[in-house]
């Protein structure tokens, strides 16, 4: 089959930008789709091709022309839900191909997604289940709603019933790699231009065994931590052997101590020449300390760590289970052994003027290298969804970039923003990695 796989193009809108004129909130990295790299990975037997409209937005008539798929997967995250639907219908006016959702969005709200214009959605790690369908649709379109475990068909104007199901090993398919040359054409584009940094992405755990309330990564996997095995991910590592840098896409790279270990010994004794980039808690980097010593030598150049907040009881409400006293710990740590910390805040539309001068304080008094500041946003499929739902105001999913309020703020709405970038600028002014 001729399979069409499509990362949607920039997207998202800006409060700050459309009422008040700041711009200077945009933060836009362009990485490569891994989502759909390891979906192309697991159809061996099919022509597929990845079509990545971030990079060539305007590509999508040349491929439904030239191409002529008969299946087109789309996949996207919450801010760019309205985008994968529109492009499905303008996809169903132009050709008769079978139209499939997935990614995180879809696995957490699929409900928004039963539209005419789907045929299919896959929720959860869509792997495997993707390639199920694929296989299933080879011999005809099924009236079977149970066709594939974890792909619903749609069923526009009735309410899905959602599928509860638990990722395993299985769902990996981990014998098959990532079909990362479907985008060497692309290759070039995926670097962070301020810091002349190429980036490729690699794989290794999916899920995380933590429950933060407003994290979305639970429906990935239905509640599961999964790991690669270390070969395989040695195996996808070597396969971007012109990519200097590595970046982890994993929620934890670190949710398995001991699995964790053996990966960093692993790679330094493979002679693998690369730096990394990954998430790792702040408690975890306090509890073992050598795992990180391992990391370093082998090539660990920097950590994304979830500080979130600096009260103790901003985390409780969270349940991000961790304290400030141990962010303090981690920062020093991480200090001491040279590794670079990328320092993940959020600030909450109830924030008053004191929230912004004690963040502002705490970082000016910390060596967090690069701070990136989001603003509290209620992801649909949440707990802090459910907690919050009755005071969100807006509801349209192109605000849900992490850096607009979808909720009513404390202060007046353009002194929020204001506070929000001179948040940004102040602590952006050394910032490296």
Same mark, same amino acid.
């Given at each position: 089959m001729n399979i069409l796989l499509v990362n949607p193009p920039n997207c998202g809108r800006s409060i700050p930008e459309e009422r008040y004129g700041i711009t200077s909130l945009k933060q836009i990295?362009?990485?490569?789709?891994?989502a759909l790299e390891e979906l192309a990975g697991n159809l061996p037997?099919?022509?597929?091709? @990845?079509l990545d409209l971030k990079v060539e937005p305007d590509g999508l008539d040349v491929e439904l022309d030239d191409f002529r798929p008969e299946v087109i997967g789309l996949t996207g995250v919450t801010c760019e839900a309205n985008t994968m639907l529109r492009l499905a219908r303008e996809i169903n006016k132009r050709c008769r191909a079978t139209v499939v959702i997935g990614g995180i969005?879809?696995?957490n709200d699929p409900q928004f997604f039963n539209d005419p214009a789907v045929d299919y959605i896959v929720t959860g790690l869509g792997r495997k289940r993707f390639a199920d369908l694929i296989e299933s649709l080879q011999h005809g379109p099924s009236t079977d709603d149970s066709l594939v475990p974890g792909v619903l068909r749609t069923t526009p104007g009735t309410r899905l019933i959602p599928q509860s199901r638990r990722a395993t090993a299985k769902d990996l398919v981990v014998d098959r790699p990532p079909a990362y040359h479907l985008v060497s054409g692309y290759r070039s584009s995926y670097r962070l231009e301020k810091l002349? @940094?190429?980036?490729g992405f690699v794989a290794t755990a999916f899920g995380c065994p933590h429950r933060c309330s407003f994290c979305c990564i639970q429906g990935q996997t239905g509640g599961s931590y999964l790991t690669k095995p270390v070969d395989a991910v040695l195996r996808d590592i070597r396969m971007l052997d012109a990519v200097p840098v590595i970046r982890f896409v994993d929620a934890n790279t670190f949710g398995d101590i001991e699995r964790a270990m053996t990966l960093g010994r692993a790679l330094l004794e493979s002679g693998i020449k690369k730096q990394y980039l990954a998430d790792i808690r702040a408690d975890t980097v306090v509890r073992y300390p050598e795992l990180l010593r391992i990391w370093k030598d082998a090539g660990l150049r920097a950590v994304i760590i979830g500080f979130e907040e600096v009260a103790d009881a901003s985390l409780a409400a969270m349940q991000k289970s961790s304290?400030?006293?141990t962010n303090t710990e981690a920062i020093a740590l991480l200090g001491e052994l040279g590794i670079t910390i990328v320092g993940d805040f959020?600030?909450?539309?109830?924030?008053d003027e004191e929230d912004f001068e004690r963040l502002t304080t705490y970082l000016a008094t910390r060596s967090i290298d690069l701070p990136m500041i989001t603003v509290l946003t209620p992801l649909p499929?949440?707990?802090?969804?459910?907690?919050?739902?009755?005071?969100?105001?807006n509801h349209d999913l192109d605000y849900y970039t992490l850096t607009n309020a979808v909720m009513p703020t404390r202060l007046p709405e353009e002194r929020f923003y204001t506070r929000y970038v001179q948040l940004l600028a102040a602590s952006h002014h050394n910032a490296r990695l």
């Open positions: 990295f362009r990485g490569e789709p891994l037997d099919h022509d597929v091709r @990845i969005h879809a696995s002349g @940094i190429t980036m304290q400030v006293q959020i600030i909450s539309p109830d924030y499929g949440t707990p802090l969804h459910r907690q919050l739902h009755s005071r969100i105001t």
